[in-house]
């Protein structure tokens, strides 16, 4: 019943722009720390960008650092990153995750293993 549904990837030119959107239904999201996670073929799933429950504190993998921007609508149950000046090294299937726990959910820890629930991911194509 709890889901994370990510949305707004796609094919896009070096050095434009692109918004993904995650979704939250059958939970409030308000209660979760949500992380952005990329995985390209052959790479392992790395953290893109990490925001606390609140939204007070945010972490960014240096490679995004700048270029992309993590926000959150806990009234819309919604999670965004905004992602400017896209490299083609920035294509690969980006994944919402959600940190519930009581210990790590008012930080932005951006690791795979503190991550609770996953969604299914959206493709991000940098390509000209």
């Known amino acids: 019943q709890l889901q994370l549904v990510e949305s707004g990837g796609g094919l896009v030119q070096p050095g434009g722009s692109l918004r993904l959107s995650c979704a939250a239904s059958g939970f409030t999201l308000e209660r979760y720390a949500i992380g952005w996670f990329r995985q390209a073929p052959g790479k392992e799933r790395e953290g893109v960008s990490c925001?606390?429950?609140?939204?007070?504190?945010?972490n960014y993998a240096d490679s995004v650092k700048g270029r992309f921007t993590i926000s959150r609508d806990n009234a819309k149950n919604t999670v965004y990153l905004q992602m400017n000046s896209l490299k083609p090294e920035d294509t690969a299937v980006y994944y919402c995750?959600?940190?519930?726990?009581?210990?790590?959910?008012?930080?932005?820890?951006?690791?795979?293993?503190?991550?609770?629930?996953w969604g299914k991911g959206t493709l991000v194509t940098v390509s000209s």
């Open positions: 995750a959600a940190d519930r726990s009581l210990f790590t959910r008012n930080q932005a820890i951006c690791v795979r293993e503190v991550m609770d629930y």
């Open positions: 925001i606390s429950r609140l939204g007070g504190s945010t």
